[in-house]
Each structure stands twice: as C-alpha cells, then as structure tokens.
C-alpha cells in the first residue's frame, strides 16, 4: 500500500521535527547543566529560572528525597506556573509517596505553591524506574524517547498555533 503524498509530507516533517527537537533538547540540556553553566559567584535561581523559563518541556526526576530539595519544589513549581510540560520520572519512589513537608522552614506561599505543583505531577502519566533492579541503559533510551515525544508534541503544536 502506497502513502499519499500528504502522508509522506507529515511523516517527513515528524522526523525532521524529531531531529531538531532532540538536537535541541540536546543543546539545551547542556546550557542548563549547572557544572558548564555555572561559576562562582552566580546565583542558583537566576540561572535556573531563566533555564525554566526557555525550555519547551521539563523534566522532574523524583526521588524519595525529592521533596527535601527547597530547590527541586521551586523549579517544578516554576515548571507548573511557566505552564511546561512535565515529564515526571519516578526514580525508586511511586507517586502516592511523595509529599510536601510543612516543618515551617518556608515561607507557608511557597508551601502551597509546591503542594499544588507536585498534585498535579503526581497525576502525571511518567516513567518509573528501580535503580537497584532496573536495567540503566534501557531506561535512559525509553526516558528520551518519551521526552524527545513531548518535544515533538510541543513543536507540533506551536505550528499549528503559528499557522491559525
């Protein structure tokens, strides 16, 4: 069975937008990276929510520790109000495990801004992964996969927006 001409333009449009968007992600991730981003003296939640602010999809990785990290909560709470996707990774926690702690030592706004963001990750489909038992290499494979999709997804949707 022979594609017709439009379907063939559309499948070739996805894997250029595939390429650009992982080349992209690629280039971005590298940008955001504190270690090559970063110097002394730079304060952490300029750089980070500058970092937020341009990206087209963000990733929060959780851990059981996650929610610990003033930081962590911050930028998916900055993911939440920038209106990014999110693409939750569960790393040896599930979901219903995580939990926003009040032990009084933030402000009670950012507390509710962080219960709220992490709500909504929570009833996020994402990926999940047992780093004692998984297997790393398949994991990081279907991890980019599912962010590169998003990517894609994101992109396709600007267009349309772009073009109405």
């Known amino acids: ?43 952490l939640f300029d750089k980070i929510d500058v970092a937020i602010r341009e990206c087209k999809v963000g990733i929060a990785v959780f851990s059981p520790m996650y929610c610990d990290s003033y930081f962590c ?4 709470s ?9 693409v939750p990774i569960f790393c040896d926690v599930k979901p219903s495990e995580l939990r926003v702690k009040d032990d009084w030592s933030y402000p009670m706004k950012d507390i509710e801004k962080f219960r709220s963001a992490l709500e909504e990750a929570k009833f996020t489909v994402g990926v999940t992964f047992d ?11 279907n991890a980019t996969d599912v962010v590169i999709k998003n990517l894609i997804e994101v992109e396709e949707e600007e267009l349309i927006k772009k073009n109405q």
């Open 1 to 43: 069975m022979q594609r017709s001409s439009s379907a063939m333009i559309k499948a070739v449009g996805r894997q250029i937008l595939h390429h650009k968007a992982a080349g992209e992600w690629i280039q971005k991730s590298r940008q955001a990276a504190p270690p090559k981003n970063m110097k002394p003296g730079d304060k």
């Open 73 to 76: 909560l911050h930028e998916l």
């Open 78 to 86: 900055l993911m939440k109000e920038c209106r990014k996707k999110i």
């Open 131 to 141: 780093t004692l038992r998984g297997d790393w290499p398949e994991f990081l494979a």
